[in-house]
């Protein structure tokens, strides 16, 4: 249906239960099965996070290698980074 493709917009069917939604993160219209729920409104519905599984994950990839670099700076002095480059120089 053209009007999918056209509006960026969440989009419900005739129960008013939403089915696609835009990313707030990368902007695309997806099912609503790539988001996570984030709890309930007061409606009683699923609200999801404004950001798609795809989105989540980049994000929370990142954090965790922040994470790590951390955990082995504190060890070691050195990031797992740092180690990783180093042995692609070798
Ligand atoms: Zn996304």
Redesign the pocket.
Known sequence: MALFETSLVDQYDVEGNITHKV?G??G?LKPISEFYKNGKGPSGKYRYRR??K??YKQANLGRTQEYRDKKWEEKYGVSETEIQERTVHL
Do not use: P, R, S, V
Request: charged residues 40%; glycine residues 0%.
């Open positions: 990313c993160i990368c695309e950001d798609c795809e989105c």
